[in-house]
């Protein structure tokens, strides 16, 4: 019976899922139905468009909607075409007879169908999308172009879900424009000193006045651009005007600097009117402009930034007379310097910046605001800084001293919403500032021109004018009613739930089985005393927690939560000499994430037996805080919840060690840095013992263009090519955090420090011969180096002319050292190396729609993306161990001669290497070829080495001319028996400032570790290799994900049916044996 029950049930079940199934097909076919109760539809127009197209619309109109079928539609992407068509149709029922539209799918007929596109200059686009459990993209059609009679065509690119909210507004904003072309509007906030500045802004668009320095401030929504200069008060009131200006489409200029000089003559004022005997003195600004950066993820450097390309400029000496002054902080920025690759306009006329300070990205605070962070104006490579002098000096005391390589001077923040503002940032105000922005020699009023072009073009003001509805926030509650809706929240669903279990427990036994009315008759006085000592054990059991938090068992694999025996063996060995602070700020003011680093430390300590403070940053006065600040360490922001708001504060986490009268400081010990304690004091107490830190000279190339593109895209247009920006500070940055000294060498006059420890070379590029002799002998003499090179820079970009079709162009980067590797048996191979093991990236692809190229981001998830993985690590390198996944983004395989290395001596370790599904493509010139990207069953022989280490005697190189009088590397005599290392990495990319700490990949560990080894030896960078990493895993055909994916979705409701067949059986079998016993115990107490 209890089986045809369940027959019964299981067959309803099934018929009723398949008159779902069946019904919403039926719905599917017949388009569904729609019904708007918010009036947020698309077909759900307003009056005003009502009003235009009644009254405004007096010629025909012509919408076309270039899209591709819903079958090659991505699932995300399934629902536009519909949206759009049911838009389009109600637009067409307003104006039947001058109306008319059609839905065209270029994909059908092939390429016919991309030329037609390709004449209204309508382009696809990639996105992203999930096959067979693998990234991969898709390029796809989704456009509308509207053709006014007598006006020029509307392209509106690339329309996605997100836009069809206000795509209605968009048509109409763009329609009206063609009548009544849109005037932008500026406003302005500046001190006294910018008069100049809003009369040439005025050629261009009306300008109002703004007051910023009021406490509560407001900005016009009825203006375009914003410009702040040298902002002096800065609130929160201020920073949510400035977010809700950008989130509305509209652009900000921010220009300003952490310090101000000041002149004065060192003589008689009165009769010395020449530049001659001038001195300065530095002023540092309010904080505001730190304030205001910080959230946006920049910071203003507080060193005085010189470089030799510098001019004079008129300044008020003495606070009256005007002289010109040439300075070496008087930077003069050329447009090589430039990179305007994201504006209207290229680069023109020089800028002159007066005391600059130089902005700092944070790559990842910067993504957190919702931004994305590109250099668009730098020194030259001839730059120098010094700390910010406290009296007056003049340029005999500006010797170059300390160089650095290019430093910011403007950086352009792109919002990840393409349809909110951009905010450009200046490193000084001078520019717009009287007197210079009309000198002679200088395009700054060209630049303000190409500003307007770029924030205020015709298309950028149409989208302004978009009104897009934004969820009001909610008001602030108190305390008293935010806890009251925490309680409803947290409890409500939880004590309904109790209700009717409580209701029948406490409900007599009337009517009720035997149990119920025995709980009734005695369960209340049995359970008071259970209950009180539950509550008891519960309280004694939190205070017991409480009290041993920390101390526990470490059930890790490699006890990552012990300290490891050589940090402990090291700061023993320094019990009795060495002593620490720990600034830190209080526990209640840390974030979760940050609570227990007092409590790590402390205990650290305490085991071995030495002794540590605990220094609250508010109990230090301004000595000890300056001595901090100048040994690196300082306040850093964080986020935490307070009062269910996220709020930014500011805390300490900072380590001070002491021995003897040296002081050595772990500047800040965050999220990140945490995992690596042990090293950072196992390096500390190194630093102690030997007087200083590691020293590392770091040769990094710049980004440059090809000698085709600059000849073609600037030579020719009487144009300067952008010479590039320094696109690894960010790695550099995190070597000083770690406790490294860095040499900058100069590729124009290289020279390594005296005391180099390690060289690290990121790109070498032709012409690279002197770095190449220089790195050379270092080896020569036992040097330890790390190189990452590579290739390649793979562009994608898009031309009308082929139908805006995809094509992949190899971008050589000119690398260079290979002339070297041959001469020991090594050569990195000038092929595209790709992989089934890949991933996704989101790259800039360039789309040649007009004479101005515009770089749009698009999903990119092809084979040349190589992905390496635990599985492809060698176990027992200090440099993989524990490493989780890295991204060889363009990568190329190195390919060593076995004999030769042999012969000269030399060890190899292959260290990481590609999946076994790996090939490449012998590319000689020209787009790579659309078959080469697919998989083919040609894969090279065996796993490919990504990344190999070389021990031995290196030779020293020099050039020598053969017999047709040309020079060439030749490998000089040996002088000695010395063995150095060489660790070369097949991909630079990986390392550059926006791919460093990508998400998902531990590019920064892998140098980290192989800094580490370089620079301190094996046993320091096993400790720098001590953290938990995410692993991940090789390619697997599709059977295997098949077969995986039914294991993991059927194994648990297959376990549950046996076990309830198999209980099934034995449960009759148990109620036999029950029963048996039962009636023989029964016929035993009656004989």
């Known amino acids: 019976m209890k089986s045809r029950f369940l027959l019964q049930t299981v067959a309803a079940f099934a018929l009723l899922l398949a008159a779902v199934v069946y019904c919403g097909r039926l719905v599917g076919l017949s388009g569904g139905g729609e019904l708007d109760l918010g009036g947020h539809s698309t077909t759900s127009l307003s009056a005003e468009t009502h009003r235009f197209f009644a009254d405004e619309l007096d010629r025909n109109l012509a919408i076309t909607y270039l899209v591709s079928s819903r079958d090659d539609m991505p699932s995300h992407f399934k629902g536009v075409e519909k949206q759009v068509r049911g838009l389009l149709e109600v637009l067409r029922r307003l104006a039947p007879d001058r109306v008319d539209y059609r839905i065209v799918d270029p994909q059908v007929s092939g390429d016919a169908g991309a030329s037609y596109a390709a004449r209204r200059k309508v382009s696809p686009i990639s996105v992203r999308r999930v096959l067979r459990d693998e990234h991969d993209e898709k390029k796809i059609w989704s456009s509308l172009v509207l053709a006014y009679e007598g006006h020029p065509d509307i392209l509106i690119q690339g329309i996605e879900t997100a836009h069809l909210p206000h795509l209605e507004q968009l048509i109409l904003q763009h329609l009206r424009s063609l009548t009544r072309p849109v005037q932008p509007s500026f406003a302005v906030a500046a001190p006294a000193g910018y008069e100049v500045f809003p009369q040439i802004l005025s050629q261009h668009g009306p300008v109002v006045y703004v007051d910023m320095d009021v406490t509560r401030p407001h900005l016009p929504l009825d203006t375009d651009i914003f410009f702040w200069l040298e902002p002096r008060r800065v609130t929160d009131a201020h920073l949510r005007q400035l977010r809700r200006y950008v989130d509305s ?565 000119f690398q260079d050292l290979d002339r070297y590797l041959r001469l020991v048996g090594v050569e990195q191979v000038r092929e595209v190396l790709m992989d089934r093991t890949r991933h996704r990236l989101k790259l800039d692809t360039q789309v040649n729609r007009t004479a101005v190229r515009e770089y749009n981001p698009q999903e990119v998830a092809l084979p040349f993306l190589i992905r390496a993985v635990g599985a492809n690590y060698a176990p027992d390198s200090p440099v993989t161990r524990n490493l989780g996944d890295l991204l060889f983004i363009w990568g190329n395989r190195f390919a060593l001669d076995s004999s030769r290395l042999a012969e000269g001596g030399f060890r190899t370790d292959v260290i990481i290497t590609t999946s076994d599904l790996s090939w490449a493509y012998p590319w000689k010139g020209g787009w790579l070829p659309p078959e080469v990207l697919s998989p083919s069953q040609n894969y090279l022989s065996g796993r490919q080495p990504l990344a190999v280490s070389i021990t031995g005697p290196f030779p020293a190189a020099g050039f020598a001319e053969d017999d047709e009088g040309r020079k060439r590397l030749v490998a000089l005599p040996r002088s000695g028996d010395s063995e150095g290392s060489l660790l070369l990495l097949g991909s630079s990319e990986m390392f550059k400032n926006h791919r460093l700490h990508s998400r998902g990949f531990q590019h920064a560990q892998l140098l980290l570790n192989a800094i580490a080894l370089a620079a301190h030896g094996p046993d320091m960078a096993r400790l720098q290799a001590r953290h938990r990493p995410p692993r991940g895993f090789v390619f ?50 009656h004989p």
């Open 249 to 813: 489409g509209r652009s900000v200029v921010l220009a300003g600097s952490a310090y101000s000089v000041e002149y004065r003559s060192a003589g008689d004022a009165a009769a010395d009117t020449s530049a001659a005997g001038i001195r300065y003195r530095v002023h540092r600004s309010p904080p505001a402009w730190e304030q205001l950066l910080r959230p946006l993820g920049l910071r203003p450097l507080p060193d005085l930034l010189m470089d030799r390309n510098a001019g004079a400029v008129p300044v008020t000496v003495d606070g009256g007379r005007l002289v010109e002054v040439e300075a070496p902080f008087h930077l003069r920025n050329l447009p090589a310097f430039r990179d305007f690759r994201n504006f209207r306009t290229p680069a023109r006329g020089g800028l002159s910046f007066v005391a600059a300070s130089a902005l700092e990205i944070d790559p990842q605070r910067v993504s957190a605001a919702g931004f994305r962070a590109d250099v668009v104006a730098t020194t030259t490579e001839h730059a120098w800084v010094r700390a910010l002098p406290d009296g007056s000096f003049d340029n005999d005391d500006l010797s170059a001293d300390l160089t650095v390589p290019k430093q910011n001077l403007m950086v352009l923040l792109t919002p990840e919403d393409l349809w909110s503002g951009q905010i450009l940032v200046a490193a000084s105000a001078s520019p717009f500032r009287d007197g210079i922005i009309t000198r002679s020699g200088y395009g700054h009023a060209v630049v303000i021109k190409d500003l307007v072009r770029t924030f205020a073009g015709p298309q950028r003001l149409v989208r302004i004018r978009v009104e897009r509805p934004r969820p009001e926030p909610l008001p602030p509650m108190t305390d008293a009613s935010r806890l009251f809706w925490r309680g409803i929240a947290v409890f409500l669903i939880p004590l309904l739930l109790l209700a009717v279990p409580m209701r029948r427990f406490w409900r007599t036994g009337q009517g009720g089985s035997r149990w119920s009315a025995l709980l009734a008759q005695r369960g209340r006085a049995a359970l008071r005393p259970a209950a009180v000592g539950l509550l008891l054990v519960i309280s004694l059991g939190a205070g017991l927690a409480g009290a041993l938090r920390g101390i526990g068992p470490d059930l890790t694999a490699d006890r990552y939560n012990t300290p490891d025996p050589e940090t402990l063996l090291l700061l023993e060995r320094s019990r009795g000499a060495l002593t620490g602070d720990l600034v830190i700020s209080p526990r209640a003011a840390m974030p979760t994430s940050l609570k227990g680093v007092e409590k790590r430390v402390i205990s650290l300590f305490d085991r071995v037996g030495i002794p540590l403070h605990v220094v609250r940053p508010a109990s230090l006065n301004q000595a000890a805080l300056k001595a901090l600040h100048s040994a690196g360490a300082g306040p850093f922001e964080v986020k935490r919840v307070q009062r269910d708001t996220l709020v930014a504060f500011q805390v300490w986490s900072a380590l001070q060690l002491k021995k003897g009268d040296r002081v050595t400081v772990v500047p800040r010990l965050d999220a990140s840095t945490l995992e690596h304690l042990d090293f950072l004091i196992a390096a500390a107490v190194r630093r102690l013992d030997d007087g200083e830190a590691p020293m590392v000279s770091v040769v990094s190339d710049l980004p440059r263009l090809s000698p085709a593109e600059a000849l073609e895209d600037y030579q020719k247009k009487s144009l300067s090519a952008p010479g590039g920006v320094d696109v690894y500070s960010h790695l550099k940055e995190l070597l000083v955090d770690y406790g490294y000294r860095l040499h900058h060498v100069n590729q124009r006059y290289p020279s390594l420090a005296e005391d180099t420890d390690a060289v690290l070379w990121l790109q070498p590029r032709r012409d690279s011969g002197p770095v190449i002799e220089l790195v050379s002998a270092f080896l020569a003499g036992g040097g330890q180096t790390v190189v990452a090179m590579q290739h390649f820079n793979i562009q994608q970009r898009q031309y009308r002319g082929t139908g805006f079709r995809t094509v992949y162009w190899p971008q050589p980067q």
């Open 1036 to 1085: 697997l055909d599709s059977a295997s994900k098949t077969w995986w994916r039914l294991f993991v979705v059927g194994a648990g409701p297959l376990a549950l049916a046996l076990t309830t067949v198999a209980y099934r059986r034995y449960r009759p079998r148990r109620e036999r044996s029950r029963r048996s016993v039962a009636s023989s115990t029964e016929k035993g107490n």
